[in-house]
C-alpha cells in the first residue's frame, strides 16, 4: 500500500506572502509530481500547519488546490491552524465527540489515527484528558490491528533546542508514550511542525517527518533561543507499507536535475 505524506504547507490569505514567499505555486506543483509520478497512492494525508494564521481564505485557497488532487486525502492540525474554521469548509474534516480534530481512517494494512495536539495560544503540544480518553477506546477497539499514528507534534525532543520547546508537553509525551507502547502494534508515527528530515525510533516505534512546502528549519543543533529558518527545496513522502517493513522515501519534487542512466543492476562494469 502506497500513502503520501506532506507537510507545513502555511498558506496565506489571497496574495499573502509568507517570510517573503507565497507558498501557493510550491503546494501546487507537489499536487502536479502526485498525480503524475503517484496516482497509485491509497491517499495523501497533511500533518498540520495547513495554514499560516488559520484565515479562513486560506483555507479555501487549500481546499481549491487539494480539489484538483486525483488521490484523496486527509488533514491533521497544527498549531498554526484553526480547527472549526476548517471543519465548515473541509466536508471530511472530523471532530470527535469533544470536539478535536481526531479520527480514524482503516484501511487495507491497519488503522491509520489522527490526532489533534493543538492548543490555541501556545505553539507548543498539548493532549489533554479527554484526547487521551478517546485514544484509549480507539486503540483498544484496534488492539488486534497494526496501527500508524499521525500528528502535528513530535511527543520526544529532536535535538533542535528551539524546536523542543515547542514540541509536546513532556509530562503528556510520557502518557502518549507508555499509551503507544503497551499497544504493541504501533508500525509508526508521522509528524510535522519541524519543517526537517527527521527519522529514527522512539520507545520502539518507528518515526519520520520531512521538510514543509513553503520554507524550512535550519539544522541547528545549538541555539534554544530563536528558530532559524531557510528556504531549501520543499519535499514529499511516498510511503510504502509492507507486511513486514514501512519504506519512506523523501522526493525533493522541485529538484532540476538531468538523469542518466547507470547501466544494468546486473552489470558487473556498472
Known sequence: MKIIHLTDTHLGYHDQKIYNRDPLPALEKAIKSINSEHSDA?????????????????????????????????????????RAV??????????????????????????????????????????????????QNKLTQYKKKPVYIFMHHAPF????????????????????????????????????????????????????TLRGTNHQGVLDLYQSDVISACFEEPQYCVVLLEDDRTLVHYHDYMHVHDTFDLGSPTDAEM
Open 86 to 135: 476548517i471543519s465548515t469548509l473541509f466536508p471530511d474534516f472530523k471532530l470527535d465527540e469533544y470536539g478535536f480534530a481526531q479520527k480514524v481512517i482503516e484501511t487495507e494494512k491497519g488503522a491509520f489515527i489522527l490526532l489533534d495536539s493543538v492548543e490555541p495560544g501556545t505553539h507548543a503540544g498539548v493532549y489533554s484528558s479527554e484526547r487521551f480518553e478517546w485514544l
Open 157 to 208: 525532543d529532536t535535538g533542535i533546542p528551539a524546536m523542543d520547546l515547542i514540541s509536546l508537553d513532556k509530562q503528556h509525551s510520557i502518557k502518549l508514550g507508555d499509551m503507544l507502547e503497551s499497544h504493541g502494534q504501533v508500525k509508526h508515527l508521522f509528524f510535522g511542525h519541524y519543517h526537517r528530515p527527521i527519522a529514527g525510533q522512539w520507545r520502539g516505534i518507528a518515526f519520520s
Open 42 to 82: 491509497a491517499m495523501m494525508v497533511i500533518t498540520g500547519d495547513l495554514a499560516h494564521s488559520g484565515h479562513p481564505d486560506a483555507y479555501q485557497i487549500l481546499h481549491s488546490a487539494l480539489s484538483k488532487l486525483t488521490i484523496p486525502y486527509h488533514l491533521v492540525i497544527g498549531n498554526h491552524d484553526d
